[in-house]
């Protein structure tokens, strides 16, 4: 078993199985993009103040992430860094 560092507070998990990629939602508002293939943090993203929870649409390969000090969804979409497919 090989385990990747997170930086923070981890309050919720998506996978995107097309991209081989976990998106890791923080209490600190960041989330981290890590490979499945490394187990290495790819990027990391400041999205809100107080992310709650994340979910990937596997179809579009979009990432939802909610702040739940801000009632607020922000939308992480693929790019060429780390496409959907």
Same mark, same amino acid.
């Given at each position: 078993?090989?385990?990747?560092? =997170? *930086?923070?507070?981890?309050?919720?998990?998506?996978?995107?199985? +097309?991209?081989?990629? !976990? /998106?890791?939602?923080? #209490?600190?508002?960041?989330?981290?993009?890590?490979?499945?293939?490394?187990?290495? =943090?790819?990027?990391? !993203? *400041?999205?809100?103040? /107080?992310?709650?929870?994340?979910?990937? =649409?596997? *179809?579009?390969?979009?990432? /939802?992430?909610?702040?739940?000090?801000?009632?607020?969804?922000?939308? !992480? *979409?693929?790019? +060429? #860094?780390?496409?959907?497919?």
């Amino acid at each position: 078993m090989t385990a990747a560092a =997170i *930086r923070s507070d981890p309050v919720g998990l998506a996978v995107n199985p +097309r991209a081989d990629t !976990l /998106y890791v939602a923080q #209490r600190n508002g960041k989330v981290q993009l890590i490979s499945g293939a490394t187990n290495k =943090i790819t990027a990391q !993203l *400041r999205v809100s103040t /107080y992310t709650a929870g994340a979910v990937v =649409i596997p *179809r579009t390969g979009a990432a /939802y992430v909610t702040d739940e000090s801000a009632d607020t969804v922000s939308v !992480l *979409r693929p790019c +060429r #860094r780390h496409p959907a497919a």
